[in-house]
């Protein structure tokens, strides 16, 4: 799936947020190794800390499908400025796609596309426990 689809069913994904506090609707959609493709919306809770991110709840889908290679992540975000993954899902994402690729939409809707370890420099991971 090229990177345009990808930001796409981030797109879609983001419809189905659930964001009653702070309006701050994210989708997000992984890519895994395998070709398949998982979607996932921010879920926002009264309680702040249980809220998850869009990005957790599309890696939660495809590693509960079984998935445990992700190649791609795109996230989509109704925002002025381009809307990467906090520092919290970037650690998680590590954990299943060192290599991956990251893609988000500029001001102007333009995909822009960094790597993981562009965005997580010097990374905590499972070699550091070595």
């Known amino acids: 799936m090229p990177d345009a689809?990808?930001?796409?069913?981030?797109r879609r994904a983001r419809e189905r947020a659930y964001a009653p506090y702070s309006g701050f609707r994210v989708g997000a959609a992984v890519r895994a190794q395998s070709g398949?493709?998982?979607?996932?919306?921010n879920?926002?809770?009264?309680?702040?800390?249980?809220?998850?991110?869009?990005?957790?709840?599309?890696?939660?889908?495809a590693i509960s499908s079984g998935e445990r290679r992700l190649t791609a992540i795109a996230v989509s975000a109704e925002s002025a400025h381009a809307v990467w993954p906090c520092g919290r899902c970037r650690q998680m994402l590590l954990e299943?796609?060192?290599?991956?690729?990251?893609?988000t939409e500029g001001p102007g809707g333009e995909?822009?596309?960094?790597?993981?370890?562009?965005?997580?420099?010097?990374?905590?991971?499972?070699?550091?426990?070595?």
């Open 43 to 61: 879920i926002e809770n009264a309680s702040y800390g249980l809220t998850l991110c869009a990005e957790q709840v599309a890696v939660a889908q």
């Open 36 to 41: 398949a493709v998982y979607p996932g919306c």
């Open 96 to 103: 299943f796609g060192p290599d991956m690729a990251v893609l």
């Open 111 to 130: 995909p822009l596309r960094q790597t993981l370890t562009d965005l997580l420099p010097d990374a905590f991971s499972a070699e550091t426990m070595r």
């Open 5 to 10: 689809e990808l930001l796409s069913v981030a």
